[in-house]
């Protein structure tokens, strides 16, 4: 018996890295697998090719399992759409979507253009929207579905040189949030992922001091999709089907439930405030509880395990 024995799950960016890792576990543990991936390269902005999902596809059923491949783009809806119709027409159904495809565009936001911009928002943001969209439907109406969406520490914490990739990793939190809040009461989950894995997208990030080689090196070395994917496999089971809303980081062997925004401080006065009063009084009452600007690196300071 398998965690997802008789479903159904789509997996974007399935050709490769953390994707691939989720199909091919997802079809071990018994599901029937819509490999999508649209072929192109990590920076995106090329035509892609359908070849990779389909070797995908293709490794599952030599293993024995069941799954069709599909290269459509996440940032189409009608192709979104298509992947919907694919899993109902060859497996009869849809009961998960597990979302990793991504691409990434690193550069200072004081250098970076707008189509570095727009593009990073599309493939994340405007993904996560368009699958979660697509098929949110078909989920509140069989009372069944689960989202794994991805997130990053690069929006959650932060990381320099990713403003575009933080701006639509952190929206995509605040999407699965209130996709996990409407869906409760028909048993539509969402949670989302911020992973640590190497993978050609972490491989495109530029390598400048001897921290951050050391961090890549770690990265390489202790850090798998393979890992990721029994994380994402577990939420998209109805093995954890009263786990909704949440926010996990997977490093390693290493798993983390991450705090989401609530206040930490409050100050009040019984007259209106100034805003001298605000900057010399609240702002200083503040202080000890602000966070500071480190990256994700100051956060996570111990190798992996």
Request: net charge neutral.
């Amino acid at each position: 018996m398998g965690l997802l024995d008789g479903k159904v799950v789509l997996v974007t960016g399935g050709a490769n890295g953390i994707g691939k890792e989720c199909a091919l576990l997802a079809a071990r543990e018994g599901a029937k697998v819509v490999v999508n991936d649209l072929g192109g390269g990590v920076s995106g902005g090329d035509e892609g090719s359908a070849g990779p999902a389909e070797m995908v596809a293709r490794e599952i059923k030599a293993a024995g399992g069941e799954a069709v491949s599909n290269s459509d783009s996440v940032t189409s809806r009608e192709g979104v759409k298509r992947m919907i119709e694919q899993a109902k027409d060859s497996f009869g159904g849809l009961n998960a979507i597990i979302n990793p495809a991504g691409i990434l565009r690193y550069a200072m936001f004081h250098k970076m253009t707008d189509a570095d911009w727009d593009l990073v928002i599309d493939v994340h943001l405007n993904g996560a929207y368009n699958v979660t969209r697509a098929s949110i439907e078909l989920f509140r109406e069989q009372q069944d579905g689960a989202y794994v969406l991805f997130t990053s520490t690069s929006g959650l914490i932060g990381n320099i040189g990713q403003a575009n990739y933080a701006a639509a990793k952190l929206g995509v939190m605040g999407l699965s949030r209130i996709v996990a809040m409407e869906g409760a009461a028909k048993n539509v989950r969402s949670n989302i992922i911020a992973p640590f894995a190497w993978s050609r997208m972490i491989a495109t990030i530029p390598v400048k001091d001897e921290a951050s080689a050391k961090r890549v090196e770690r990265m390489k070395n202790y850090m798998r999709a393979d890992q990721v994917a029994k994380l994402a496999i577990a939420l998209a089971s109805p093995a954890t089907k009263d786990v909704t809303g949440q926010v996990f980081v997977a490093r390693g062997n290493e798993y983390f439930l991450m705090s989401q925004p609530r206040p930490i401080r409050g100050i009040g006065r019984t007259h209106d405030w100034t805003a001298q009063e605000i900057a010399d009084h609240a702002m200083a009452a503040f202080k000890k509880d602000m966070l500071d600007l480190g990256a994700t690196g100051s956060v996570f300071t111990w190798d992996p395990i």
